[in-house]
């Protein structure tokens, strides 16, 4: 080889590798907009369709229980835990290996990752930290309850737990942000449902200090607390609710400082997940877990942990009421709504469309793998396919357009109903269009007394595509335009202009048929069956 083909060559290697850097995909991150929110993935809009596994289901072996229960449920995004214990097994020795194996066999599988952090907080407990430091209960002290007995949860103010947790999530995503470049991990959420359980606050020495001390001004502005001293104590400012605040602050300002470090070694969007309290009749603090983000202190935990990108509601209370008040209550201008948990029993599957009504950027059903686990009664009682089913039609419908929906939800287009049981109607104003939903109805003939399903099973979604132009779709349901109040009052009426059956392709419409006649004369019938209209409609 000539000298001059030679360094032709290596030219040409140079620019192939910053043409391939610079094509690097972007890195995952929320938008907002008109208080809607995106997660941008390769740069739009992106749904997760997600799946979380059972806690202990996390690892290399396990994983073939794990795909076939992904794919038949249709999932894009898989919610996996990274567990403390095995990646730090020694104190500030890093084996990384089950991470590597989740994130390979997750590109493998054509699945997105949502890594969860069951560092310092699982579930209120210590049960994740490794045993190095279970073993050092001096150093790393536990919670002490009112009476001085230790809890079995981590003290928020231990600055020996913080900064070893600290270091070893700041490992782990200074490890994802060199081994990840394709970002198959799109977010991470920071601890597990933290806070605790059976004691309402920390009460060791320097809890006690603190809860002497003045509230500090940030959490007064953000409580909109108006004390008659500046210099007000927890129990001066807050009463009967300073326990609870206290611990909220406590626990927010330590997963802040672990968000934000790891957030410094790699900026991927970050979240924590709540324990519910009840949202309509929540009872007396101490009566949820203590501490974590519950709806009473959002306030809280936005302003001690900044490096959160949403605070996430784990719904596990399938009353209708009490879903839909929980996603109002997380889904704010400054909080985008995810749904990193939701119970996998039939019931909670219609709620995915609530949750899109509601305009989130994911859901996930909780203990989806085969390993024979069910966490009944919270959950489906067996969980196989069956059980999979009724959220699998939801995925299976919406995957191929889900690009198309997320955008269209950015853009404040989309409207969604779940059924509610006892209640066999919902409307949708939509613009200029009421849009009926009605369930329970046979397919063909006059609507006008709607039985409800057996089980409220039915939802139904329509969007905003053009003038007059919806995509609509649903399950067993009947979906019908009725013009609004002004072209009622002028005296008109609906007219479906043209109403197309299809597919989509790659993010694509393809015609199949028009539905006419008995298809739409009665209205638009939804069964179980995975289709999709696009409706044109007048009025004459
Ligand atoms: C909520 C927790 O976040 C999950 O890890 C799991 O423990 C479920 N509860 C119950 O199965």
């Given amino acids: 080889m000539t000298k001059t083909r030679s360094l032709f060559l290596l030219l ?23 208080g809607r ?16 596994v059972n806690n202990s289901s996390a690892w290399p072996g396990v994983l073939p229980q794990v795909w076939p229960a992904v794919k038949a449920l249709h999932a894009n995004t898989l919610e996996m835990p990274v567990y403390w214990e095995q990646l730090e097994p020694k104190q500030g020795s890093f084996d990384f290996s089950v991470v590597d194996t989740l994130v390979s066999e997750s590109r493998k599988n054509g699945v997105h990752l949502v890594l969860l952090w069951f560092g310092t907080w699982k579930n209120g407990g210590v049960a994740y930290t490794p045993l190095w430091m279970k073993a050092d209960p001096v150093k790393y002290p536990l919670m ?17 737990r913080l900064e070893a947790d600290k270091r070893a999530f700041v490992a782990l995503m200074g490890h994802l942000k060199k081994t990840d470049r394709q970002h198959t991990v799109l977010m991470v959420q920071v601890e597990n449902e933290s806070g605790t359980w059976g004691a309402i606050r920390d009460f060791s020495p320097a809890a006690q200090k603190a809860f002497g001390s003045p ?20 129990k001066e400012a807050f009463g009967k609710n300073a326990d609870e605040l206290f611990h909220a602050w406590a626990v927010a300002r330590f997963v ?32 949820w877990e203590s501490g974590g983000p519950t709806d009473d202190v959002l306030p809280i935990w936005k302003v001690e942990a900044p490096a959160l990108d949403l605070l996430a509601p784990d719904i596990y209370m399938d009353d209708y009421a009490k879903v839909e008040r929980v996603m109002e209550l997380y889904r704010r201008p400054d909080n985008p709504l995810f749904i990193p948990e939701m119970g996998n029993a039939a019931v909670y599957a219609p709620y995915f469309f609530l949750a899109l009504d509601h305009g989130t950027i994911g859901f996930s059903p909780f203990g989806v793998d085969y390993t024979r686990y069910a966490n009944f009664p919270l959950g489906a009682k067996k969980m196989n396919e069956e ?35 006892g209640t066999p109607v919902a409307a949708m104003e939509i613009g200029a269009w009421k849009v009926d939903v009605r369930y329970g109805l046979p397919q ?24 007059n132009e919806f995509l609509v779709s649903g399950f067993h349901c009947r979906v019908d335009f009725q013009t609004g109040p002004a072209a009622s009052a002028a005296g008109k009426q609906r007219q479906y202009l043209r109403v197309e059956e299809g597919t989509y392709d790659k993010g694509k419409f393809k015609f199949l048929r028009l539905w006419n006649g008995d298809q739409t004369d009665w209205g638009l019938n939804f069964t179980s069956m995975p289709q999709i209209l696009h409706v044109t409609v007048g009025t004459y």
């Fill in 37 to 52: 929110a995106a997660l941008l993935v390769d740069g739009a809009p992106f749904l997760m369709l997600g799946a979380q």
């Fill in 387 to 421: 059980a999979l089913a009724p959220f699998a039609m939801n995925y299976e419908l919406v995957a191929p357009m889900m690009r198309q929906l997320a955008q269209l939800t950015f853009d404040g287009k989309v409207h969604a109903v779940a059924e509610k049981r």
């Fill in 144 to 160: 002490l309850a009112a009476s001085g007995r230790p809890v079995g949860s981590a003290s928020p103010f231990s600055v020996e």
């Fill in 12 to 34: 040409a290697l140079l620019v192939a590798s910053a043409t391939a850097r610079a094509a690097d995909p972007p890195l995952p991150r929320l938008v907002q907009k008109d």
């Fill in 256 to 287: 802040g400082q672990v968000a934000a470090a790891g957030k410094a070694a790699y900026a991927l969007p970050l979240y924590a997940n709540a324990a519910l309290r009840d949202p309509i009749a929540p009872g007396p603090p101490g009566s």
């Fill in 444 to 467: 063909f003939g006059f609507g006008d007394k709607p039985p409800g399903n057996a089980e409220p099973i039915g939802r139904a979604l329509v969007a905003e595509i053009g003038d």
């Fill in 215 to 234: 509230v500090p001004a940030d959490v007064l502005a953000a409580m909109k607390a108006t004390p008659s001293s500046p210099n007000a104590t927890w």
